[in-house]
């Protein structure tokens, strides 16, 4: 175990600085000068020829005239900048945003909290429903309610997040007038403590509705399959010609097969509700990193959206080493494999 | 191979005569396993219903744009945020046969009968709080012989001379001039004609003098001394306006020097019987029938029809039969009433403004009112001929683009997208998987890791940075490019691992143990004997997928990442709809593309499960 675990790490680091070239460069296609833009204030101040001579001079200590391979190095932090320092994402530092004119790290700091907290938050309310649904779902298979259900369940994971999330706020919002429509926190209100955080939750409130309704189709659809499939085994049977209680059968005989797909697909799903909440965050107006994100690529502030980019990588390597492990766990002939 | 010969074809197969009586045994035996899918899927009463709907959709949307073709330039500011409504041109019961006077405005016709009546029709809401159905209590009093209407205000005239504004008044609808408001009870002026234009309106009495009141802004509405007390007719424009004097010229009445309205050809000096004006044009006829087109001519207004019998008439489909006697305006066309009682329009057609309905030809016009995109024929017996504008089946958008047609042209490109990104994805998918797991070893170790790292790639934020990244450097037609492959191009690991499995699975079973061991060739193996067992899969994969790319297509279109505006997508239709205004007041702006595309992908999703249990009969209540 130790060995696959040592394993699929090492490959996750290979991966992690493949992806992250490709993003390096591709942000390297966007054309911009850094030392075109220092000098740009007193290029007026001077004769052209030296001008010429103080801009390569800057480029050459900027390194910018170095391969792309050592400018990648110096940027996570592998290499020495010109004067000898390290100075790259390894170090902390995680570059500079022209637009809010703050270190990315403070930027992010708020709205990765609400990004995370939604996403937690959606999660536990979507498994809560959605296990229970399943399983009840897998053993009235067949029947008018189930088949309702079904076909509820198609239209959850058929029509995209944001379609939902208009029809939510137009039930809620508009026609109700439950929740508020959009933002985070009532404008002008200086709530603390206890109130603040059941403030921000209301006008939370119909965003982790929709995410938590688009994520039932599919979840729903997937704990009933992986439910049928453990009921329709010998060993069910047997349980069931011994005379075991029909509730131990279901919860205790069969569901503990089936969690064994549902634990791997939980994980992989919850790194798919992160883009979930992009949209919802640029619908609903929230704070968060998607909508951070769609600002900074729209405001050309690339540094930033470098940044938020590598995040949401790391957010999907280490989910998908999670995976891969519970994988292992679960599933010895997977680590006897590889 | 012999097998395949007896099969009957498949259109015999899908309405073949299958009443041949056969007992349980042998129609187990003769039934194939496409036929035995076949046949599951037709049973599948989900499915077929998704298939035929989809089908549906898909015509809609391909053969749509040849009826509804959309101009991507449009933008129609008297149009906008118009409701579903069909009825502009619906007349109310009481003008039937007793129309004294209609004035057709943008999206709504104002008229009065010969009862001194006044009637409003068609959507007659211009802001929150101004509609112009709320007619003033003076004006449902006094008995009206005539009406004008602009785009956001009405102006009426009752038999005394006492001229009426209501509507929008915050831009000077509402400032007539001091001489004009005295009735002619009190000696007042006798006024003969009035007229709106934009947002401004002008009246002409009877000793010639031509009065203009309104929004000034942008508008040359002052008068030249000399044409005073000479003018016969006068035509408004949007913001300019034209004089039809006593000695049978027109002129430019303003005080502008130079505009396109002011060079009036030399032809138009005498002669001249009526005048009308478009929007950005002005016409005029003379007494010989020539009739004359000047201003910004941009819209077609210029393609006056030929006169029947000439040698360039021959081929025009539009034709003159008479000699044209009166001419009237609409926004963007002409229609002209001729001596023999027809009628000929011409100008731009977006709205089918100049489509005459053939009863019109039929019969005998007397007067003709044509304002905007709207038409009213009376004929001798009174009865009223419509055409142009009914209404937006669909509404319009806050650009004054009709919704349906927006809808129709964007499925064509959500769609197109979504399929060849299907199509580069499983292209890349059954290469790469099959190369995994046909060779195997090294190369499969090779293949899989390149999918994982793929797949790494978190998918929604990485597309929309590509699009921020190249998209802006190239055009509108190469984004789109860019687009579809940047989503098959990041999606087909999932079709790659798919198949990979698919081949490994198959590459073990009896049957290719049996094909090798009687001497068929390798790659009869692989392309007769694996790949068609791989191809049911590969279908479901493919259906599943063009719902996904479709929903992505549209996903990074609503974030502003995919196909800009303006050509449109079901995406972008609705990534001005997301603030509470939009939900709320303009509902049919996103009900109707969300639905339209909501059931196309459950349509997709529902087909693509059908195939899935046909395919897999195990598979069913799963």
């Given amino acids: 175990m130790a060995k696959y675990i040592c394993k699929r790490i090492l490959y996750m680091v290979v991966v992690f600085f493949i992806v992250s070239f490709f993003m390096y460069v591709l942000f390297n296609l966007i054309p911009s000068d850094p030392a075109r833009l220092e000098l740009e204030s007193i290029k007026t101040t001077l004769r052209p020829d030296v001008y010429n001579q103080m801009y390569?001079?800057?480029?050459?200590?900027?390194?910018?005239?170095?391969?792309?391979?050592?400018?990648?190095?110096?940027?996570?932090?592998?290499?020495?900048?010109?004067?000898?320092?390290?100075?790259?994402?390894?170090?902390?530092?995680?570059?500079?945003?022209?637009?809010?004119?703050?270190?990315?790290?403070?930027?992010?700091?708020?709205?990765?909290?609400?990004?995370?907290?939604?996403?937690?938050?959606?999660?536990?309310?979507?498994?809560?429903?959605?296990?229970?649904?399943?399983?009840?779902?897998?053993?009235?298979?067949?029947s008018h309610r189930d088949n309702f259900v079904q076909v509820f369940s198609i239209v959850g994971?058929?029509?995209?997040?944001?379609i939902i999330a208009l029809v939510f706020i137009y039930i809620f919002a508009v026609i109700l007038r439950i929740f508020p429509v959009s933002g985070i926190g009532t404008p002008g209100a200086n709530y603390t403590g206890l109130k603040k955080f059941f403030d921000e939750l209301y006008y939370l409130g119909l965003p982790l509705i929709v995410m938590t309704f688009a994520s039932l189709g599919g979840m729903s659809r997937y704990v009933r399959s992986a439910m049928i499939e453990a009921l329709s085994m010998d060993h069910i049977k047997t349980a069931r010609a011994k005379g075991v209680k029909e509730r131990v059968v279901i919860y205790s005989h069969a569901w503990r097969n089936a969690l064994l797909p549902v634990v791997t697909l939980i994980i992989g799903w919850f790194l798919g509700i992160f883009s979930g909440s992009l949209l919802v965050e640029s619908t609903f107006g929230i704070n968060g990193m998607g909508r951070l994100y769609i600002q900074s690529l729209g405001n050309h502030d690339f540094e930033l959206s470098l940044f938020v980019q590598m995040f949401y990588t790391v957010v999907s390597l280490v989910g998908a080493l999670i995976m891969d492990l519970v994988y292992g766990f679960v599933d010895p002939r997977i680590r006897v494999n590889k | 191979m012999e097998e395949k010969k007896r099969k009957p074809s498949f259109l015999a197969r899908l309405f073949g005569n299958r009443n041949t009586q056969t007992d349980i045994l042998m129609e187990e035996h003769i039934q194939s396993p496409g036929r035995m899918m076949l046949s599951n899927f037709l049973h599948n009463k989900l499915g077929m219903f998704g298939l035929i709907v989809f089908l549906l959709i898909f015509a809609f949307v391909f053969i749509g744009p040849y009826l509804f073709q959309i101009d991507l330039g449009e933008s129609d500011n008297t149009q906008i945020h118009v409701p579903p409504i069909n009825d502009m041109l619906t007349l109310p019961e009481g003008l039937d046969g007793n129309v004294q006077d209609i004035a057709a405005g943008a999206t709504f016709g104002v008229g009065c009968d010969k009862d001194g009546h006044i009637y409003i029709w068609g959507y007659t809401k211009i802001t929150d709080t101004i509609d112009l159905r709320n007619i003033p209590e003076e004006v449902l009093e006094a008995h009206i012989v005539s009406v004008a209407a602009g785009y956001d205000h009405v102006v009426a005239l009752d038999e005394n001379g006492q001229i009426y504004v209501w509507g929008n008044k915050r831009l000077g609808q509402d400032r007539i001039p001091q001489d004009l408001r005295v009735s002619r009870t009190k000696g007042g002026k006798n006024i003969i004609q009035i007229e709106a234009g934009y947002q401004c309106s002008g009246a002409l009495t009877d000793e010639g003098e031509v009065y203009f009141w309104g929004n000034t802004n942008m508008c040359d509405l002052d008068v030249k001394k000399e044409y005073r007390g000479r003018v016969v007719k006068f035509a408004i424009a949007t913001y300019h306006y034209c004089l039809l004097l006593d000695d049978g010229s027109v002129v430019y009445g303003g005080l502008e020097k130079t505009n396109a309205f002011n060079r009036i050809p030399e032809a138009l000096s005498s002669d001249v019987v009526d005048i009308a004006a478009t929007g950005d044009t002005m016409a005029g006829v003379k007494s010989d029938g020539t009739i004359i087109v000047w201003g910004n001519v941009a819209r077609h207004e210029g393609e006056i029809p030929e006169r029947e019998g000439t040698a360039s008439a021959e081929d025009d489909e539009v034709v003159m039969t008479a000699k044209p006697l009166e001419i009237y305006g609409g926004r963007y066309h002409y229609t002209a009433l001729m001596e023999n009682g027809d009628v000929v329009s011409w100008g731009d057609n977006a709205h089918h403004q100049t489509t005459i309905p053939d009863s019109v030809h039929g019969a005998q016009i007397e007067t003709v009112f044509a304002g905007f995109y709207q038409n009213y024929a009376i004929d001798v017996n009174g009865e009223v001929h419509t055409w142009g504008l009914k209404g937006h089946p669909l509404g319009t958008d806050d650009l004054g683009r009709d919704i349906l047609t927006r809808i129709i042209n964007g499925g064509q490109t959500t769609m197109t997208v979504g399929f060849v990104a299907v199509v580069i994805s499983i292209i890349i998918g059954v290469i790469m998987g099959g190369i995994a797991g046909y060779f195997g070893g090294k190369v499969d170790m090779l293949v899989m890791r390149i999918s994982e790292i793929f797949g790494a790639i978190p998918f929604l934020p990485f597309a929309m940075l590509l699009s921020a990244i190249i998209g802006t450097r190239i055009d509108v037609s190469m984004r789109m490019y860019l687009i579809m492959v940047v989503l098959g191009v990041l999606t087909w690991p999932a079709t790659c691992r798919?198949?990979?499995?698919?081949?490994?699975?198959?590459?073990?079973?009896?049957?290719?143990?049996?094909?090798?061991?009687?001497?068929?060739?390798?790659?009869?193996?692989i392309f007769r004997h694996i790949l068609p067992n791989v191809l049911n899969v590969l279908l479901v994969e493919a259906t599943l997928e063009f719902a996904t790319c479709m929903l992505t297509e549209s996903t990074l279109s609503y974030l502003g990442f995919g196909i800009p505006l303006p050509a449109p997508t079901w995406g972008n239709m609705l990534s001005g709809a997301n603030n509470s205004i939009v939900i709320q007041q303009y509902w049919w702006r996103w009900v109707?593309?969300?639905?339209?595309?909501?059931?196309?992908?459950?349509?997709?999703?529902?087909?693509?499960?059908?195939?899935?249990?046909?395919?897999?009969?195990?598979?069913?209540?799963r």
């Fill in chain 1, 56 to 142: 390569q001079d800057l480029r050459e200590s900027m390194g910018l005239n170095d391969p792309i391979l050592v400018r990648y190095g110096r940027w996570l932090g592998f290499l020495p900048e010109k004067s000898g320092s390290f100075n790259g994402y390894l170090q902390a530092n995680f570059g500079y945003s022209n637009f809010f004119k703050k270190p990315c790290v403070e930027v992010i700091s708020a709205p990765i909290s609400t990004t995370v907290f939604m996403n937690i938050f959606a999660t536990i309310l979507a498994l809560g429903i959605t296990i229970p649904l399943g399983i009840w779902c897998a053993v009235h298979k067949g």
């Fill in chain 2, 592 to 621: 109707f593309p969300s639905l339209i595309f909501g059931v196309c992908t459950i349509c997709i999703n529902l087909i693509g499960d059908a195939i899935r249990d046909a395919v897999d009969p195990k598979s069913i209540g």
């Fill in chain 1, 157 to 162: 994971y058929s029509v995209p997040i944001y």
């Fill in chain 2, 498 to 525: 798919l198949i990979r499995a698919q081949i490994l699975a198959e590459r073990e079973k009896e049957f290719v143990t049996a094909a090798q061991a009687m001497g068929v060739r390798e790659g009869a193996i």
